[in-house]
């Protein structure tokens, strides 16, 4: 009873911080779109992150997003708060809202996380949040979308820090989705299932390194549309993220970013994994050629996802439907 009722009372928190904003709901047209950028690695007055911006100018003008995630790594380059302003000011101008989860370089430039959150979360249109302090990471939340007359729940959003490297006596290499994080899941999940009815809420994750079975999922079936250039970076240790969200049943996809040579998207076990597409520009590694970002779409009355890739310029590439 007392874990219950310490849920709620996150949950009530996790309100009244949002009420700041308004519900994001699904347009007049009954879509929700969604543009993913990924691994920007903005340079302040560099001539390839200049064009990274362009990119993402010429994006919100032509796809209209009803919210524009960010899957990590946006800084590049110091100093890192102009960094933030100069690739956040291109939503901001656009006047959309938009969302944050850290990649593993972010706060390598002069600003740690807590800093960084700090910044975003005060910023016009930013539906970022610190999130709860107790949970491994920074910056763990959701964001709850509605129908288009904003009364019934249709969607969650989760949001994960993801972390940067093994913090693991004797294990190196990539960092991974912690217990806290996991169990906060399957209590936010359980909370959306318990409030629909005992019919799970469908859902999508954001966070930025890949789980392992995205490998799995890449090896072991020939369904991946797009790109795979490059072997999944993953975390070294496994830690059953992708388990929870198999036995909760919401879980309609998973975007990451990471890895610049993969744009992939497939299904396994009933879960959508997909990377969005390298946003940046030829400052860092890329050798898919143009950049872009990964678009997803939702019709309110329908149970299924549209995503296709988007390049600079406007081409888009593996569209796909999925079902749930």
């Not at 309100?15 to 699904?26: G, P, R, S, V």
């Not at 347009?27 to 390839?48: A, E, L, R, Y």
């Not at 969607?155 to 940067?164: E, R």
Request: glycine share 10%.
């Amino acid at each position: 009873m007392k874990r219950i009722t310490l849920l709620y009372l996150f949950i009530a928190c996790v309100t009244l911080m949002q009420a700041q904003n308004k519900a994001l709901t699904f347009n007049q047209n009954g879509t929700f779109k969604i543009v993913q950028f990924t691994d920007i690695h903005f340079k302040p007055n560099d001539k390839s992150s200049a064009d990274a911006l362009n990119m993402i100018y010429e994006t919100l003008e032509s796809e209209q997003p009803d919210l524009v995630v960010f899957t990590g790594d946006i800084i590049g380059g110091k100093p890192a708060s102009k960094s933030l302003d100069e690739v956040l000011g291109t939503v901001i101008d656009n006047d959309i809202p938009w969302a944050f989860v850290f990649g593993n370089h972010d706060a390598e430039y002069g600003m740690n996380k807590k800093e960084i959150m700090n910044k975003l979360s005060s910023m016009p249109n930013s539906y970022t949040e610190n999130g709860d302090p107790n949970i491994y990471g920074v910056g763990n939340y959701v964001i709850e979308i509605f129908d288009k007359k904003n009364q019934r729940m249709q969607m969650v959003l989760y949001f994960l820090d993801s972390g940067s490297y093994s913090t693991v006596k004797g294990i190196d290499g990539y960092d991974w989705l912690s217990f806290s994080q996991i169990a906060w899941y399957r209590d936010m999940s359980e909370k959306y299932t318990s409030s629909n009815g005992g019919k799970p809420m469908p859902a999508l994750a954001f966070f930025h390194i890949p789980l392992h079975e995205y490998t799995t999922m890449s090896l072991e079936t020939d369904n991946i549309i797009g790109n795979k250039q490059e072997d999944e970076k993953v975390g070294e240790l496994n830690s059953g993220m992708f388990t929870a969200m198999c036995e909760s049943g919401d879980m309609v996809g998973v975007f990451v970013g990471h890895d610049h040579n993969n744009d992939y998207i497939g299904q396994y076990k009933g879960i959508a994994l997909g990377y969005g597409r390298y946003s940046g520009g030829t400052n860092e590694y890329n050798d898919l050629g143009t950049n872009g970002c990964r678009v997803i779409e939702f019709k309110e009355g329908k149970r299924v996802m549209k995503t296709y890739i988007r390049l600079n310029g406007g081409e888009k590439l593996y569209n796909v439907e999925i079902k749930y």
